[in-house]
């Protein structure tokens, strides 16, 4: 999603709780569906290519060690608390 490359999950999944509404399919029919309209479509490919880096963007900062250093103070302070 980084790299505006769209997904399509199920909602059941791990995946799902990442990716976002924009790319949760009801079923595996959908799912098929959904592939062959990323394939098909440009316009369609192009959305959701913007839709996952936008929604990407939400989740992560452009600095990785920052945001690791985020998780590990957190993980420590929780663990101070068990």
Do not use: W
Request: negative net charge.
């Amino acid at each position: 999603m980084r790299m505006g490359i769209p997904v399509t999950t199920l909602s059941d999944s791990d995946v799902a709780s990442f990716a976002g509404e924009d790319f949760i399919c009801k079923d595996y029919e959908e799912m098929i569906s959904d592939v062959l309209h990323y394939i098909t479509d440009p316009k369609y490919y192009k959305k959701q290519s913007d839709n996952a880096k936008g929604h990407f963007g939400t989740l992560f900062s452009n600095d990785i060690k920052s945001d690791m250093q985020t998780v590990i103070d957190k993980i420590l302070e929780l663990a101070k608390t068990q």
